[in-house]
């Protein structure tokens, strides 16, 4: 029982999974609604604060990355293809062009507060401090953004999920899979 929270709290963690599909599938597995929305919010924030704290260093990472890709792009392929692929490489990213339309309108708290589900709470707290906020107000709102998902994902799950399927908490399958 005491992995299946572990499991909760890095699922949450990681950057690819959202506390809005972390909470639901861990109630669906029959886990504690308090107990799970606890960890997944503890999960979710603490990388979330780490990616602002670190940011630059993400930044200089992700730089770094692209100039490499490039450099490899243009050894390996004709020069047309390569000034074809650096052209799309300067795009932004489909997510990245979402949370800049999501910023131009509601600007830094209506990024926080929608952007968890609709790009990811790693990608809003990034694209946050790329379009010029300050850590502080990035990580206030970032902190209550997570919290209001969370409540709603918790509560809104566990009603659900238990006027649908009521004996889940005895025969979950993430009870199962990790009491063995």
Known sequence: MFLSYIFVFL??????????????LAIIGGLSPVLTAILAFLGNALTVVLLIVFVDQVKKWMRKRKQKKRMQDIMHVEEVAATQAEAEGMEESKKGKRARALFDKYGLPGLAIIGPFFVGSHISAFM???????????????LTSLFLWTVIMAVASSYGITYFMPHVEEDGFLIRLFSN
């Open 11 to 24: 699922l949450a963690a990681i950057p690819l999974f959202e506390l809005v599909a972390v909470i639901p």
């Open 128 to 142: 946050g401090m790329s379009f010029g906020s300050t850590r502080k107000r990035v990580t206030g709102w970032m």
